[in-house]
């Protein structure tokens, strides 16, 4: 393999890195924190280094059908394992890269100094992560899935408690369950097909003989509900606001983006395998309706929940209720806007997650809510002279970073969730001639999510920043302010360059609307040829 360009090894980079970085902090000494940080730090700056310049090299085309294929061991696929790198990976390579930096540096003054091994375990969950996206075997998709699920569980439980422990035995039990599902749905396809290589599923299903096909769609059926799972569809998703609640601000804020991985498999696997031939569609018309019930879950527990880490959970059930539904609705101009909405709310729900943690230490007990509310709104006949009371910088920064992640994660304007809904509106609205029913009750649960959205957060913020009475300034850390920033500002920079941004998101909406492209690309990726003299 040395003959390959050193590019086309960047593609082993988002795996090898943290697997190296990990295994390498394991046997260090626990008390030597500022070691253990410095060497996580280095990983995850060279880690968001090699997503970007894999995210150019995919957009700027400069690999062959915009996308650059890694085969281990020089075995030609479908044979060997192989690793793919196009639009739609890298873009989650860099949104990863940065949320797992901006976590980490939250976690530095606190978290990460509670348990031996954090580091080593966000580690092995980024390897995990980023070897789902860039895998492109089923079997191996199931291994960096495990490795993922693996390191979740003791993040999960770190700095565990008796909430903790509770919620975390029911996430790892469930997510056991959603595992076994996955291996015996590919093992049925395996069984069909007699391939688990993603780009050569699609011409296999296509000439499959009609008694095989019952036993396909039962593998792909257990598959899709494990992806689901991991997803949290409606009724799959009860654990989620129960684990986000409980589980440390840097590890509920990796969980968001987890709960992506699962719907990102479909949206990679669906159109390869099921584009054409007897099962063209197969499954998307339930995944729709099954998006719809989600979205509609996740707007029901949003008005039911008081505490902001379950009012959290459920923004992130609507969020993958909502993309559910736009992939099932299986409308190519709506996924670009589906995929924008996707890095909008992840970064603001993560960004609020931290933020919890932090707001948490200015509620102090008072008098009752009803109290404090008809004070604030007595009438005095002769009030006196006001004074003005200066804002703590504390207070004040955490005033605007939670108005910030509210107005994204409800949609109001001016920022990227507002633009989000108002892309989806649009292309749902263009499409109505064909769906008209469909579309139409989506706008209206989109639009109800985020009005349910608006009066839980507004009520929590009432009650944290308004009516809590006299509170007093938090301390924060440079450490804890400054992701929270960095998530937000990305936000605000979604906003600004939504054009240049749309245009990248069209690109890689039809990559995925051109499966044969994709097929071409990896099955014929050339192995590296023996040098001259080399023995057999």
Not at 181 to 204: K, Q, S, V, W
Not at 257 to 263: A, E, P, S
Not at 406 to 435: C, D, E, M, R, W
Not at 498 to 523: I, K, M
Request: charged residues 10%; contains cysteine.
């Amino acid at each position: 393999m040395s003959s390959l360009p050193w590019i086309q090894h960047l593609i082993l980079a988002p795996i090898l890195l943290p697997l190296l970085a990990g295994a390498v902090l394991i046997p260090v000494n626990a008390k030597r924190h500022g070691l253990k940080f410095a060497i996580d730090l280095g990983c995850h700056l060279l880690l968001l280094a090699a997503a970007l310049v894999l995210f150019w090299q995919t957009d700027q085309e400069l690999w062959p059908g915009s996308m650059g294929v890694y085969l281990a061991a020089n075995w030609m696929a479908p044979f060997g394992i192989a690793l793919v790198a196009d639009r739609l990976s890298t873009l989650m390579l860099v949104l990863t890269a940065v949320l797992s930096l901006a976590a980490l540096i939250f976690s530095h003054h606190g978290w990460s100094r509670i348990g031996a091994h954090f580091h080593s375990l966000f580690l092995f969950l980024l390897m995990g992560i980023n070897g789902a996206f860039l895998t492109h075997d089923l079997f191996n998709l199931f291994v960096f899935f495990e490795v993922m699920l693996a390191a979740s569980y003791g993040l999960v439980l770190h700095g565990y408690n008796t909430a903790r422990i509770r919620a975390g035995m029911q996430y790892i039990a469930i997510n056991l369950a959603a595992s076994l599902l996955f291996l015996i749905g590919i093992a049925l396809i395996y069984a069909c097909t007699g391939t688990l290589n993603m780009a050569d599923l699609g011409p296999r299903i296509a000439v499959l003989a009609p008694e095989d096909l019952p036993l396909l769609q039962i593998g792909a059926l257990i598959l899709a509900l494990a992806f689901l799972t991991k997803g949290a569809m409606w009724p799959l998703g009860f654990w989620l606001p129960t684990t986000y609640a409980a589980a440390s601000p840097p590890v509920a804020a990796m969980l968001v983006l987890m709960t992506k991985v699962g719907l990102y498999a479909i949206i990679r696997l669906w159109p390869l395998a099921f584009a054409d031939g007897p099962l063209a569609g197969f499954g998307l018309e339930a995944l729709f309706w099954g998006g719809m019930a989600t979205l509609l879950f996740g707007t029901l527990g949003t008005l039911a929940a008081q505490e902001p880490g379950r009012m959290a959970g459920y923004a992130a059930i609507i969020s993958s209720g909502t993309l559910m539904a736009i992939i099932g609705s299986n409308q190519p101009g709506l996924l670009g806007a589906g995929l924008y909405y996707l890095l909008g709310s992840t970064l603001a729900i993560a960004a609020f997650l931290l933020l919890i943690g932090l707001i948490e230490r200015i509620r102090t007990p008072g008098t009752a809510l009803l109290a404090l509310t008809m004070e604030a709104f007595a009438i005095e006949e002769k009030p006196e002279e006001p004074v003005g009371v200066g804002i703590p910088a504390a207070l004040a920064f955490l005033g605007l970073a939670f108005a910030g992640s509210a107005l994204v994660i409800t949609g109001l304007p001016p920022l990227s969730g507002f633009i989000a809904k108002f892309s989806l509106f649009h292309a749902l609205l263009n499409g109505s001639s064909t769906v008209p029913l469909q579309n139409g009750g989506l706008i209206l649960l989109i639009f109800c999510s985020g009005l349910a959205g608006i009066i839980a957060l507004m009520r929590f913020g009432v009650r944290t920043f308004w009516a809590s009475g006299n509170i007093q300034p938090p301390s924060l850390q440079h450490s804890e302010a400054l992701p929270i920033s960095l998530l937000l500002l990305l936000c605000i920079a979604m906003t600004i360059y939504a054009g240049p941004l749309f245009d990248y998101l069209g690109r890689v909406s039809q990559d995925l609307a051109q499966p044969e492209h994709y097929v071409e690309g990896v099955l014929s990726a050339p192995v590296i040829a023996a040098p001259a003299g080399a023995r057999p």
